[in-house]
């Protein structure tokens, strides 16, 4: 997922987390405001129930100023009278063994406290019951006479349903207007991280355009003088810096070609006048040494682009070709010759004779002492396949996807940085020659293919 995706959801992501945040507050707040507005009710229904039944305590009381139990329970029944149940409260009176209860309140919380399953009353605090019918707000307060003694409980009870439908409610709206904030805010966000990140696409696109052999091209660096405008500028720099080091090394691969093509010509002319089976063969090495020296000069500047003379090649004589020339060097008993296939394919004689020393050396360089080394050929369909295999101790996996890219080695130098060419002027000598290199490696070994078109008449 590209960055402002990234950021898009994981702004969401925090929205989300915040919107829910809230409306669980909310909820919650609704609840306690609601059951607050609840206790004021019962609270205050019970002063008036107290006040009713303290003014009718005297009228029933006898002679002696006690008021008896039947008495108390006459003087109930006319405060319940007074102080009747209303539409979210019921209210009921516990007095001489006996539950009065008045007229009226919330069906399901009448029928409940009128039942056997009413709260046994618990005079304190207002608590909240948990019922068949949900949770209910009871309120249990004692009433006493003169003397201290008590003589009745009142019991108010309200459902807390609509407190926690209001509160579903809310709760409800919350969802619904943060969702709809979700999709409007993020609609709204991705087009600003977008508008907002526009210069880094700018910057990439740029970027992906430079190449290797065009170090003058810069990246623009938009006018927001920020940290994208900080990287536009450090790529530059960087890039200036890497066209000067391009530079240096051209100039140093222009010197070493202009001052070893000297000596090779003086010892040209010297053969020359010599003369003889020796002199030629010297004569053919040096200008093997001067072809080899034009293709890494082209490699070493990035460039591919080898002059190649596609001709008619004998697999036979190639191969003997190259058996010779490994036949007076020290590893000639590593490297075995499988018979070649008689066959015929379009490509520059001296180029692949290079190509299959190049890929013998390199086995041998970098595997142990007692490698083997062996170069065969066959037959694909219309393809030549030539192939130089070894028994080593294979390519290091992170290393092999690079091995035919210029100053990559398998072999790692005491600076720790991986530098050789080797495999990318065979490549480059393949290609100029119409064919194509392919490289497997194990820890058993690692082999590499040169496919060349076979010749037609």
């Not at 249990?140 to 459902?159: C, E, I, N, W």
């Not at 709809?180 to 910057?203: E, F, H, N, S, Y």
């Not at 170069?375 to 030539?386: C, F, K, S």
Request: charged content about 25%.
């Amino acid at each position: 997922m590209k960055l402002a995706g990234r950021l898009v959801l994981r702004s969401l992501l925090v929205m989300a987390l915040v919107i829910g945040g809230i409306a669980a507050l909310t909820y919650e707040l609704v609840q306690v405001s609601g059951r607050n507005d609840v206790d004021d009710l019962l609270q205050q229904e019970t002063e008036f129930l107290s006040d009713a039944l303290g003014d009718r305590m005297p009228a029933v009381a006898g002679l002696d100023g006690v008021v008896s139990g039947p008495e108390a329970e006459d003087a109930a029944r006319q405060a319940l009278t007074i102080r009747p149940s209303g539409g979210r409260h019921v209210s009921s009176v516990h007095v001489n063994g006996s539950r009065l209860q008045s007229t009226g309140g919330p069906p399901g919380t009448a029928a409940l406290m009128r039942g056997d399953d009413a709260p046994a009353p618990e005079p304190g605090a207002v608590r909240t019951v948990d019922t068949d019918i949900g949770p209910v707000r009871v309120l249990d307060t004692a009433v006493t006479d003169g003397t201290g003694r008590r003589v009745a409980v009142l019991s108010l009870a309200s459902p807390l349903d609509t407190v926690h439908d209001k509160a579903a409610t809310v709760l409800l709206f919350t969802a619904g207007t943060g969702a709809l904030g979700l999709g409007v805010g993020g609609t709204t966000l991705w087009l600003v991280v977008r508008r907002t990140l526009a210069p880094v696409r700018t910057v990439s696109a740029a970027a992906k355009e430079i190449r290797p052999t065009d170090l003058a091209t810069r990246v623009p660096v938009p006018d927001t003088h920020d940290e994208i405008a900080e990287l536009a500028t450090e790529i530059n720099q960087m890039l200036t810096r890497i066209e000067r080091a391009d530079t240096t090394r051209r100039s140093y691969l222009a010197a070493i070609s202009h001052e070893v093509r000297t000596p090779l010509a003086v010892a040209k002319g010297h053969l020359e006048l010599l003369g003889g089976p020796e002199a030629e063969i010297v004569h053919a090495e040096l200008d093997r040494l001067r072809q080899v020296l034009e293709d890494l000069m082209a490699v070493a500047r990035g460039s591919d682009e080898i002059d190649a003379d596609r001709g008619p090649v004998f697999l036979p004589d190639l191969i003997e070709a190259v058996r010779a020339r490994v036949r007076s060097l020290p590893f000639a008993r590593s490297v075995v010759f499988r018979e070649a296939v008689p066959q015929v394919v379009l490509g520059d004689q001296d180029r692949l004779e290079q190509c299959l020393m190049n890929l013998v050396s390199n086995a041998i360089d970098h595997n142990p002492p007692d490698v083997l080394v062996t170069v065969a050929t066959q037959v694909e369909e219309d393809t030549a396949v030539l192939t130089v295999t070894d028994n080593g101790s294979g390519i290091d996996p992170d290393v092999l996807p690079h091995v035919f890219e210029p100053f990559v080695t398998t072999r790692s130098n005491e600076s720790g940085g991986l530098a050789g060419l080797g495999l990318a002027i065979v490549r480059s000598r393949v290609r100029a020659q119409g064919g194509q290199v392919e490289i497997e490696s194990s820890s058993e070994g690692s082999s590499v293919h040169i496919r060349l078109p076979l010749a037609t008449a």
